[in-house]
């Protein structure tokens, strides 16, 4: 079992940044491709990025590209997303998640992912 913990999220206006964190624990000693998920309001849950378990391989959403980027540092067990660009519309919550690693970061859905942490809340105002 891997524990999810997301943080950084918060309120931003138009155009603004946010860095969300994930930080996991309890079985972080086998390596997992790591996906960050956001669920608008209203709406299902959508990918957003993810990152291989080496850090080698990333993939996004359409939607995000040129604005998000996913790290991580395996070192501390840590995934963050830099969110650059904020638009009203990527006011959702943001869910951190964990998969096999032999799930290509982009490619997956939901269903692929076998953890997952609680969600914080982003939100943009116009």
């Known amino acids: 079992q891997v524990q999810l913990v997301e943080s950084g999220g918060g309120l931003v206006q138009t155009g603004g940044s946010l860095r969300l964190s994930c930080a996991a624990s309890?079985?972080?000693?086998?390596?997992?491709?790591m996906g960050w998920f956001r669920q608008p309001p209203g709406k299902e849950r959508e990918f957003v990025a993810a990152?291989?378990?080496?850090?080698?391989?990333?993939g996004y959403a359409d939607s995000v590209k040129g604005r998000f980027v996913i790290s991580r540092n395996n070192a501390k067990n840590t995934v963050d997303l830099q969110m650059n660009s904020l638009k009203p519309d990527d006011t959702a919550v943001y869910y951190c998640?964990?998969?096999?690693?032999?799930?290509?970061?982009?490619?997956?859905?939901?269903?692929?992912?076998?953890?997952w942490g609680q969600g914080t809340q982003v939100t943009v105002s116009s």
């Open positions: 990152i291989s378990w080496t850090g080698g391989d990333t």
């Open positions: 998640a964990a998969a096999d690693p032999m799930l290509y970061p982009g490619s997956g859905t939901t269903d692929d992912y076998d953890f």
């Open positions: 309890g079985r972080t000693s086998k390596s997992y491709t």
